[in-house]
């Protein structure tokens, strides 16, 4: 943004009948400066005079700020900032003193950025977390699935009051019923009261972390990753081609270290005897009983079920 000196010597290009000590006057007289005065009625005009580019900045950063034409092209000096002024004595002479003061745009994006910096995701779409969810209209989207919204308000609001739970949820229903969506409103809700939270799309993560095989190092930081969040939601599970390698030593691992600590949230096609039959089986080791069982031992009891009912709404 350019400075009063600079406007002075524009002045004279576009109207050559201002003169610069008339351009002076119309910043001493500018509503916003004609405010600060009231304001602070003892300083001088010499000491405004004095300071005449502060509130030529002042006041043009706040014309900018009326007409904002956005945070991406905000023209003034600092992005999403104004400068304000108040004034001080020192010394027993007053002393104006200018400072930048984020806008409101500015203080949105940046407490967005924290809730992002908060939420890790892994092969889910990250603009999940930066839709404007709307509890009302989740309400009023499709009746049947009232219910599954009121539960997961209820936990979210129980979370708030009480701190982390030691039971997650499992999200329960058909194709399209909005499952990861709630699953993401909740992260996005409580990553606001400062948890941190994991997302992981199982069908992709299983075939990543058999390639991490070769990284263990890069393996060995995802699940502890994983182990360590606040809240954990294993996205689409028992939609993934499970390894007995996978199954025992990557997701028996998080879970068992996460029981009776942290709580862990689930969204499934399944439910919770069909994902104990899904775990059974692998294709290398064909039906393992006692191992889907085992696993089933650390998510069942861990767990409140929640039935998302309703339309698919990928229609």
């Not at 400075?3 to 002075?8: N, V």
């Not at 910043?27 to 300083?43: A, C, F, I, M, T």
């Not at 904002?68 to 001080?88: E, F, K, R, V, W």
């Not at 027993?92 to 400072?99: A, F």
Request: net charge negative; proline share 4%.
């Amino acid at each position: 943004m350019e400075s009063l000196g600079e406007a002075l010597r524009r002045v004279p290009l576009l109207d050559g009948a201002m003169h610069p000590d008339r351009l002076a006057e119309q910043v001493l007289n500018d509503p916003l400066v004609l405010k600060l005065r009231e304001r602070y009625p003892d300083v001088d005009d010499a000491t405004l005079r004095l300071n005449l580019n502060r509130l030529y900045q002042m006041s043009a950063e706040y014309r900018n700020c009326k007409y904002c034409p956005g945070l991406a092209d905000c023209p003034n000096d600092m992005q999403g900032h104004y400068t304000s002024i108040t004034c001080a004595t020192l010394n027993g002479r007053w002393q104006v003193v200018d400072q930048k003061t984020p806008c409101s745009k500015w203080t949105a994006y940046t407490q967005q950025e924290q809730i992002r910096k908060r939420i890790t995701s892994f092969f889910v779409d990250e603009t999940l977390f930066g839709a404007e969810y709307d509890p009302s209209e989740m309400l009023d989207l499709d009746e049947s699935r009232e219910p599954a919204v009121i539960d997961l308000i209820s936990y979210i609001e129980k979370t708030r009051q009480e701190g982390l739970q030691k039971k997650g949820l499992y999200l329960q229903g058909n194709f399209g019923t909005g499952k990861t969506y709630l699953a993401g409103f909740m992260l996005k809700e409580l990553a606001k009261e400062g948890f941190s939270g994991v997302i992981v799309y199982m069908p992709e993560f299983v075939e990543d972390a058999k390639a991490l095989m070769l990284e263990p190092q890069q393996l060995k930081e995802t699940i502890s990753l994983m182990k360590e969040a606040d809240l954990l939601v294993f996205d689409d599970i028992g939609a993934e081609n499970l390894s007995p390698w996978v199954r025992d030593h990557v997701l028996g691992a998080i879970l068992n270290y996460r029981m009776n600590r942290k709580p862990t949230f689930y969204t499934s096609n399944h439910d919770l005897d069909a994902l104990e039959k899904h775990f059974s089986f692998t294709h290398k080791e064909g039906e393992e009983l006692h191992k889907g069982q085992r696993l089933m031992d650390r998510v069942r009891p861990f767990v409140d079920v929640v039935h998302v009912r309703g339309r698919n709404q990928r229609g």
